[in-house]
Nanobody, 114 residues
């Protein structure tokens, strides 16, 4: 069964940093464009960052310059380094192949607060 397991969330202060990981299993990870999404309470999922199978990256305007996405295909892991965190970054962060519509994993909670 294909699975993506996110980790690394937690509580951070404004201006702080966190690094998220997303470990894939039962999938040829290197073939897929992969994305991080987030869902704030009561809102729809928002695309945060994407890294294609070729290594190209794109970011939402709200995180560009603060977040960095990368991947390790040998480890089947997607990463998201988040710096200069703001309270409005508080959300559940999930990863999945960019083109998969109906899949959502458990995600990892990120809370930014004093």
């Amino acid at each position: 069964q294909v699975q993506f397991v996110e980790s690394g969330g937690g509580l951070a202060q404004p201006g702080g940093s966190l690094r998220l990981s997303c470990e894939a299993s039962q999938i040829d990870f290197s073939l897929y464009d992969m994305s991080w999404y987030r869902q704030r309470s009561g809102m729809e999922h928002e695309l945060v960052a994407t890294m294609t199978s070729a290594g190209a990256t794109t970011y939402a305007d709200s995180v560009r310059g603060r977040f960095v996405i990368w991947r390790n295909n040998a480890e089947k892991t997607l990463y998201l380094a988040m710096t200069n965190l703001r309270p409005d970054d508080t959300a559940v962060y999930s990863c999945k192949p960019t083109l998969w519509i109906n899949y959502w994993g458990q995600g990892t909670q990120v809370t930014v607060s004093k």
